[in-house]
């Protein structure tokens, strides 16, 4: 059984659409992320809920916007895409917040924008 | 601002030697130290980590060093397999907080030659 898992794998689009991409975690974890891994290779965290409650928002453009409907998913929508955006995003989960700990990714979802 | 620096970007060791992968960080708040493994079109995995408290943790062949005063932080591998053949990233935060949130270097690829 996959413990975080993401969909698409891979997403090619073309400037100005928009896209969702879908995180599922059956770890029973409270905390889910979303990071960017660019070009350059670092992993930056985008947004965390715990809970449904959205409690890390970094420096991220409005165009993204995750939803939670339930604490086993979170998805992420991305709007009016932009060549900036290629990159792979992963999903991950922990099981407490406040408390940085260990975090299970998702295998990443490969996106580019043409 | 890089606030967790692997600096060598890749590694390459024989079999059965000892695979040394080192990160340095620049933020003196940081208290809790992971390291992940990632293969390709994966999801990164968690390895060990390592608090503040302490100078050396170990898990099997996995030893993780901390020496606080140098903000440097050091991954050893013993011995090293083939399969260890992965990216390894180093990420720092401050473990408790409301806003904890992991801090990743880029990553240091090692291979280990049969």
């Known amino acids: 059984d996959t413990a975080v898992s993401q969909t698409p794998k891979y997403l090619v689009t073309q400037m100005g659409n928009d896209k969702s991409i879908k995180c599922e975690q059956n770890l029973g974890h409270d905390t889910m992320y979303w990071y960017k891994q660019d070009s350059k290779k670092f992993l930056k965290i985008m947004f965390s809920y715990n809970n449904k409650e959205l409690i890390i928002n970094e420096t991220v453009p409005n165009r993204f916007s995750p939803k939670s409907p339930d604490k086993a998913h979170l998805n992420l929508h991305i709007n009016s895409l932009e060549l900036g955006d290629s990159a792979v995003y992963f999903c991950?989960?922990?099981?407490?917040?406040?408390?940085?700990?260990?975090?299970?990714f998702g295998p990443g979802t490969r996106l580019t924008v043409t | 601002d890089q606030q967790v620096k692997q600096n060598s970007p890749s590694l390459s060791v024989q079999e059965g030697r000892i695979s040394i992968l080192n990160c340095d960080y620049t933020?003196?708040?940081?208290?809790?130290f992971l390291w992940y493994k990632k293969y390709p079109a994966e999801g990164p995995t968690f390895l060990i980590s390592?608090?503040?408290?302490?100078d050396k943790n170990e898990d099997g062949r996995f030893t993780v060093f901390l020496n606080k005063s140098a903000k440097h932080l050091s991954l050893h591998i013993v011995p090293s397999q083939p399969g260890d053949s992965a990216v390894y990233f180093c990420a720092a935060s401050r473990y408790t907080g409301a806003n904890s949130k992991l801090t990743f270097g880029k990553g240091i690829t090692l291979s280990v030659r049969p």
């Open positions: 390592i608090s503040s408290i302490k």
């Open positions: 933020n003196s708040m940081f208290d809790y």
């Open positions: 991950a989960s922990s099981q407490d917040r406040g408390r940085v700990g260990e975090q299970y």
